[in-house]
């Protein structure tokens, strides 16, 4: 027999706290997390395409010089 449970008014979204957002109720802890990894993230990304970008360009030089 399937049993049934009440849903109340106020309906919960997982990271973020309640969806009726008052600055008493709001959880501010997770979006500062996120926003903290998104950051960590990029500046990663960006160091690994200039790093990327530097052997490429010794690369570069390498065969040129090979070539002459």
Do not use: C, W
Not at 30 to 59: D, N, Q
């Amino acid at each position: 027999m399937a049993t049934s449970t009440s849903v109340t008014n106020q309906s919960l979204i997982p990271a973020f706290g309640p969806v009726h957002f008052t600055p008493r109720n709001v959880d501010y802890f997770p979006l500062l997390i996120s926003l903290i990894l998104i950051s960590l993230a990029s500046i990663s990304l960006l160091f690994t395409i200039f790093h990327e970008l530097r052997i490429i360009s010794k690369l570069k030089r390498i065969i040129l010089r090979k070539d002459i």
